[in-house]
């Protein structure tokens, strides 16, 4: 397959909304959904498609192929870029970037990054996974303080990092409310009583000078990617995304990179994590002797949620990755008994959404929540590195296509210990 890179430059806010189910109030999402920028594409190329054929429309032959075949594009999320001094950072600059794991912890008191220009009195933020093993395998409980004062410590309250310069920065966008009045459809007046609000996506930063950016990326078969990637460029100016677009939200500019190869090597950063685990296991060592195996016969690897991910299991919707859905996902043989899962950090939400090709509303989904930790180990390393990398390149779950699923093999940030927050 072959990767494109897309940067999305903001002109009008977007009215990108998450409506739970059986609630009234439309909650702006903090990014743009893969499934939000597939739509805007599949609704450009069959608008001009109308009566006369493109690259991508003649024979219907490109459109099957690109969202209706058993290897259809897929489309991952745009998440918010990393803009300093009024200057985009690209995203192959980034030493590290992505949605911050649920085992990051950060002080309660002052949350966050401790390098970030903003705020240089923050106590920084560190993560958990390794030494919870640890603490597990030695017998102990693991809660642990801020490291700086001591103070009790919570979830980091980040969703989107990067690392830039060997400073780590949260990536975030601003919301505002847009109030807007009904309009009689008779007298095509503004209707009384009738005044509601609209939470988008800031299109500037805080300065109001300078775009916000969004970074985000399309896989495609390598025979029509060339052709999707010229065709977005030349329309670089047409797409609009989200809702109200007919109210002057949602213009958008999208720019491209040329396709790469989208094959992903993840062995490097799984022999670095199970280095770095096996040398905490060993300082450990100061609590006593340990109640479990050793390490160091097995091989560790995570895998780290990118994007919210829809699981099943027996027909039934879970949370939890088991070692029997990851050998189905990996295309692994279920005989294989080498595989355990050792721990798994998760939560929950609902999700739900509109079909604009179908006018309907799509189905409730429950959905494990995006920077959710799964541990596993195996005895048999050279049965899964190269099913991982492919894992991470294509996804896991349902509707991976609209951006659901995607993972990251051994995120760095693991390798981050409490007594040296960042």
Request: net charge negative; proline share 4%.
């Amino acid at each position: 397959m072959q990767r494109i890179e897309l940067e999305i430059k903001v002109l009008s806010p977007l009215a990108i909304a998450r409506q739970k189910p059986g609630g009234s109030i439309s909650e702006a999402v903090g990014y743009i959904p893969g499934t939000v920028i597939r739509g805007a594409v599949a609704a450009q190329i069959l608008d001009l498609s109308n009566g006369r054929s493109t690259d991508l429309t003649q024979n219907g032959g490109d459109f099957q192929a690109l969202f209706l075949s058993e290897n259809p594009a897929i489309f991952q999320n745009a998440y918010p870029a990393l803009i300093i001094n009024g200057k985009l950072i690209p995203k192959d600059r980034f030493e590290e970037n992505g949605v911050l794991p649920a085992t990051a912890l950060s002080s309660k008191n002052k949350p966050g990054f401790k390098e970030e220009e903003d705020d240089p009195e923050r106590n920084g933020v560190f993560d958990t996974l390794i030494d919870r093993f640890c603490a597990e395998g030695y017998g102990h409980p693991y809660d642990p303080n801020c490291p700086k004062d001591g103070g009790r410590v919570d979830s980091a309250g980040i969703t989107f990092y990067g690392k830039f310069d060997d400073m780590y920065h949260s990536l975030k966008v601003n919301k505002r409310l847009l109030t807007r009045v009904g309009i009689n459809r008779r007298r095509a007046t503004s209707e009384e009583e009738i005044l509601y609000s609209l939470e988008v996506l800031n299109e500037s930063q805080e300065t109001k000078q300078n775009p916000v950016y969004y970074l985000g990326a399309i896989l495609v078969e390598d025979d029509l990617a060339e052709s999707l990637r010229n065709f977005i460029q030349d329309r670089h100016q047409n797409f609009r995304l989200g809702g109200s677009t007919s109210r002057g939200l949602g213009k958008v500019e999208i720019q491209t990179k040329n396709p790469v190869d989208a094959k992903i090597d993840v062995s490097d950063r799984i022999d670095e994590f199970n280095q770095r685990l096996k040398e905490r296991w060993d300082k450990w060592v100061v609590f006593g002797s340990p109640i479990k195996e050793s390490p160091t016969k097995l091989t560790y690897f995570t895998l780290d949620l990118q994007s919210d991910a829809i699981l099943t299991e027996n027909w039934r919707r879970t949370t939890v990755i088991s070692e029997k859905m990851l050998h189905q996902f990996a295309g692994v043989e279920a005989q294989d008994k080498s595989l355990r899962l050792e721990a798994a950090y998760s939560s929950y939400d609902f999700l739900s959404g509109w079909n604009a090709g179908w006018g309907l509303m799509k189905d409730v989904e429950l959905i494990t929540t995006k920077g959710a930790v799964y541990l596993f180990s195996t005895t048999q390393p050279e049965l899964w590195i190269q099913r991982l990398g492919e894992l991470e390149m294509r996804g896991l779950g349902d509707r991976t296509s609209e951006g659901f699923g995607q993972i990251q093999i051994c995120n760095d940030f693991h390798l981050i210990f409490r007594d040296k927050p960042v």
